[in-house]
């Protein structure tokens, strides 16, 4: 398996089109789309609060590159309230699966409810686990899902009050590796690309891969490439080594199943 992880140059408003963006992103990274490969997208892809609109597009894009998609999420409208959510598809376009984010962050809280849905779900056999943004930060949402995650994917858009986004590029990455060693999962961020047009904040790209298993602590967290996407190999045998070597010292937590 290959997890694509993206951080494009997105656009806030009903006009953006960040759908062309993710897709001239891997493009223009040279990556090529293989059945198997799993494409995480940015947190709020699309703007519309029609989950059909969103579903569609999703779908279409999977179906387009013949890939599994995580669909990074949109505010969907429920009634009167609006839930930030999102699905997976496989490279069908089939739903398997769809999660929301538990903790809206800062003034995303004026205008949207906290969800419900923890997002636990399979891809290519594989145990995921989303989680929207804020939400990765919160270290008691991890200790509800039923079994380990394999995957922790985190669909995000990341700003900083800071002057530059080094400040929170460091927190990201190191809280990655954290999550991943505790975890024994690999965990990939796609994010909207530093500076991306928004109405206050600028993006800050935190977007990468954090891989438990790596002796070289330059390659812990690999950021995407700064053409906006990155194809990352995923070692499943050498990360069940490193669980069990973490086990036998006693030193790796399981869920009980």
């Known amino acids: 398996m ?9 656009r806030h408003g009903p006009d ?7 897709r001239q992103a891997i493009d223009g990274s040279g990556i090529v789309v293989r059945a198997g490969d799993v494409l995480v997208l940015p947190e709020h892809v699309l703007g519309t609060h029609s989950s059909d609109e969103y579903r569609k597009s999703v779908s279409d894009l999977a179906i387009e590159l013949g890939c599994a ?6 505010h969907e409208a429920r009634g009167e309230r609006l839930v930030n959510t999102g699905i997976a598809v496989d490279a069908r376009g089939h739903v398997v699966g769809a999660y929301e984010k538990l903790r809206p962050y800062a003034t995303e809280r ?3 409810t906290d ?16 989680l929207i943004c804020a939400d990765f930060w919160f270290s008691d949402l991890f200790y509800r899902a039923d079994s380990l995650p394999d995957l922790i994917l985190v669909p995000a858009l990341s700003v900083s009050r800071k002057p530059t986004p080094d400040y929170s590029r460091a927190l990201w990455r190191h809280l990655a590796i954290a999550r991943a060693y505790e975890f024994g999962a690999f965990v990939g961020v796609s994010d909207w690309g530093h500076p991306s047009e928004l109405p206050l904040l600028a993006a800050s790209g935190v977007g990468g891969l954090a891989d438990p298993a ?10 995407i490439d700064a053409r906006g996407a990155s194809a990352f190999d995923l070692d499943f045998n050498r990360l069940e080594e490193f669980r069990r070597d973490r086990a036998d010292r006693g030193f790796f937590w399981r869920p009980p199943r």
């Open 16 to 22: 953006a089109d960040n759908f062309a963006a993710v």
């Open 2 to 10: 290959r997890l694509i992880l993206v951080q494009p140059q997105l």
């Open 69 to 74: 998609v995580v669909g990074g999420s949109h």
């Open 115 to 130: 969800g419900e849905a923890l997002g636990e779900l399979t891809i290519e056999d594989k145990r995921v686990l989303v």
């Open 110 to 112: 004026s205008w949207v």
């Open 214 to 223: 790596e002796t070289d602590p330059d390659l812990l967290f690999r950021a």
